[in-house]
């Protein structure tokens, strides 16, 4: 599951210019890690959300909304953004504003493969 969201982490980051340009090449991999590991662990917190794709939406949706949990995540993630790279309010600003997007694709992929291997 984690080299799934990593992955996903990394094209996700990759097509969007905003986060993209604003990376330092040379940190390009441990921020896409340390993004990849937050998310994971908050998930991992969530067993429920891990196991059914549904879920997963339903906390793709409640980061864009701002509810405990995630809001929870993106704080510890921006917090260790800038306090490990060093990166501005400006470049974790906008990989938090690109979570839910992130979140979104990653479901879909979920969801997808789950649905492929029950075929």
Do not use: C, W
């Not at 094209?11 to 896409?32: K, R, S, T, Y």
């Not at 939406?57 to 949990?69: D, K, T, V």
């Not at 839910?100 to 479901?107: C, E, I, S, V």
């Amino acid at each position: 599951m984690f080299d799934q969201l990593l992955q996903t982490v990394k094209e996700h980051l990759g097509n969007n210019p905003e986060v993209a340009n604003a990376i330092p090449a040379h940190q390009a991999d441990a921020i896409h890690q340390e993004i990849a590991t937050h998310l994971d662990n908050g998930l991992q917190s969530q067993p429920a959300i891990a196991a059914n794709p549904g879920l997963l939406s339903q906390f793709e949706s409640s980061l864009a909304s701002g509810n405990i949990l995630t809001s929870a995540i993106t704080g510890g993630l921006v917090s260790s953004l800038a306090s490990k790279f060093g990166l501005s309010p400006l470049v974790t600003g906008a990989i938090a504003a690109s979570l839910p997007g992130l979140m979104q694709k990653y479901a879909q992929r979920n969801a997808a493969a789950g649905a492929g291997a029950t075929q």
